[in-house]
């Protein structure tokens, strides 16, 4: 966050200006306008108030929350992550155009402007909160629970950092105050990739040997546990392990997350892929969420994302990239020798992820059947609200609810949980990090089961029931586990950084943002493919994101850039 006067550094708001606000979310807590310092540090309700809604964030871009504060990453935002990879496109622009176009700069990041700032208010927010956790009276086992929390927290900032900028600058317990030498070069100092993870790791350490196994029944799912502090370790050492970072080992990796599987607490979710997303109910795959209630106002996914001929915005619109890298119901690739892909009937037989992550042309959707052909198709540009029109031929089915209203669903709708962890990345994460160290089909000391089996136990999901994986190699294992992850993760913010971490953003990032062009003859379709979004590129420089020019200015230009920008 700019200032003139270099006052607010790194992003981080002073404790004169800060806001308090208690935001009745995922939480039962009473909303209250804002607190002053002197009744945060001297009321312990008002302080675990303040502690809770650490889980949010502050909203510094426009569209950012649309009536409620972001939490960790983009969630349900207009436009969300993946459409600033070969996920998808957003319909309007809304600043994400400019990072697919390879056009990222540290003046403008679009809708990346924001993790910065961000990440480091809500770090100097949570040191506030632990060096006035040290004068609070409250019992010594409450006081430990609210400490894990906030170093969870704090972690999960970090964690965010790392994987956007690489090594970072490193607060400690520091609450930056109107009184503090801002000159000091150890608040600008950026720590090596390898300190920046270690660091972090060493505080989710910390947390997940405190943080309960559940949370008691006045608590959901939005609220640290062990689980939630292991998950996000475990995938902090798989990038570390990646060739863009490193600067860990794939053994620590496979450790980590077998210590979530360890804990036999999580599953995979057998009532249906796309169900999974909805609800909560004997959901035990998730292990942290943000969820959301008919009290806090958030972005309607439905109207934000459906198609044009039902009223709906047609925002995160898949892209023909990912649509060609689902395999079909036997396994094959669509490009595999011998595939039973039929470029005439390209939608069928496809792997059951497929349809429960994108609306298509001959799709069944709220009682109809998708339309994106031309001539006449409702759902192209020849239906109504014709300026919503997919400009890639499909449209966003994951995380909507169809039992919610399209239209006018203001406050009757977008009650779906975020999900930030879920048993699925757990495993995958696992074979990734077990393939590499030990190959495909050894069972690691300590471990439950081979990499292999990991993935097949995704891949059985009841409802999916994709083939298993046979006996193969383990660069077959290697390639079909991102092809797995490519999928199964679809929109939940994995793809940006998986490409990157992998080092192959050079290769994905640079292919044409790809759509459909569907024309019906008779009662036949030919399909045609079309550039969606000209101009997509990708350079070196972009493995890493630049830190906004507003921020090195704030330090007096001591926070080292980002090569080459």
């Not at 208690?22 to 945060?40: G, M, W, Y």
Request: hydrophobic share 35%; with cysteine; proline share 5%.
């Amino acid at each position: 966050m700019q200032t003139s006067n270099n006052k607010y550094i790194l992003g981080v708001v002073m404790l004169a200006t800060l806001l308090f606000s208690c935001k009745k979310d995922f939480l039962e807590i009473q909303p209250t306008d804002r607190f002053p310092e002197e009744t945060v540090i001297t009321d312990t309700s008002v302080f675990e108030a303040y502690v809770i809604n650490r889980y949010i964030g502050a909203r510094l871009q426009d569209k950012e929350g649309d009536g409620t504060d972001p939490g960790f990453g983009r969630g349900f935002e207009y436009s969300m992550w993946s459409s600033i990879t070969d996920e998808s496109i957003y319909n309007n622009d809304d600043n994400t155009w400019t990072i697919q176009r390879g056009l990222l700069a540290p003046e403008n990041l679009g809708m990346a402007g924001t993790i910065w700032p961000r990440s480091y208010r809500s770090i100097r927010e949570v040191n506030f909160a632990l060096n006035t956790l040290r004068t609070i009276t409250m019992s010594q086992a409450h006081k430990d629970r609210l400490k894990a929390e906030l170093q969870f927290i704090r972690a999960f900032r970090y964690h965010d950092l790392i994987r956007n900028y690489g090594g970072v600058v490193l607060m400690g317990d520091t609450a930056l105050s109107l009184t503090d030498n801002l000159q000091n070069d150890a608040f600008f100092k950026r720590a090596t990739l390898k300190e920046s993870i270690d660091y972090t790791v060493a505080q989710l350490d910390a947390a997940a040997a405190v943080l309960p196994v559940n949370n008691d029944g006045n608590w959901p799912l939005g609220r640290a546990t062990k689980g939630a502090a292991l998950a996000l370790k475990a995938r902090l050492l798989l990038y570390a392990a990646s060739p863009l970072y490193a600067t860990g080992t794939w053994a620590d990796a496979a450790t980590a997350a077998q210590a979530v599987i360890s804990m036999n607490k999580y599953g995979i979710y057998q009532d249906g892929y796309g169900k999974l997303f909805l609800t909560t109910d004997g959901n035990n795959e998730i292990i942290f969420a943000r969820l959301y209630t008919k009290n806090a106002n958030h972005t309607h996914l439905e109207i934000a994302n459906g198609p044009n001929g039902y009223g709906g915005w047609g925002g995160n619109l898949p892209m023909q990239n990912l649509v060609d890298d689902y395999r079909m119901m036997d396994g094959t690739a669509i490009t595999d020798p011998g595939t039973s892909y039929n470029p005439a009937t390209p939608y069928a037989n496809r792997d059951p992820r497929f349809y429960a992550t994108i609306l298509y042309n001959g799709a069944t959707y709220r009682g109809a059947t998708l339309e994106t052909f031309t001539p006449g198709g409702k759902d192209s540009k020849d239906g109504p609200d014709n300026w919503n029109t997919s400009k890639t031929g499909y449209y966003l089915k994951k995380f909507m609810n169809d039992a919610y209203p399209l239209q006018n669903p203001w406050g009757n709708a977008g009650f779906q949980p975020w999900i930030y962890f879920r048993y699925a990345e757990v495993l995958l994460n696992y074979a990734e990090a077990a393939n590499e160290a030990y190959g495909p089909d050894v069972v690691p000391a300590g471990s439950t089961f081979s990499a292999r089996a990991a993935v097949n136990q995704v891949r059985a999901r009841s409802g999916v029931n994709m083939p298993p994986v046979t006996a193969v190699s383990q660069t077959q294992l290697r390639d079909i586990i991102r092809s797995e992850r490519r999928v199964e993760l679809a929109f939940e913010e994995h793809r940006f950084y998986d490409v990157r971490r992998w080092k192959i953003a050079d290769v994905t990032e640079n292919k044409p943002a790809g759509g459909i062009i569907i024309n019906k003859v008779g009662n036949n379709f030919t399909y045609t493919p079309k550039v969606a979004l000209d101009g997509r590129k990708f350079l070196t420089q972009h493995y890493w994101l630049p830190i906004p020019r507003a921020e090195i200015q704030a330090s007096g230009n001591k926070i080292k850039q980002n090569d080459n920008y």
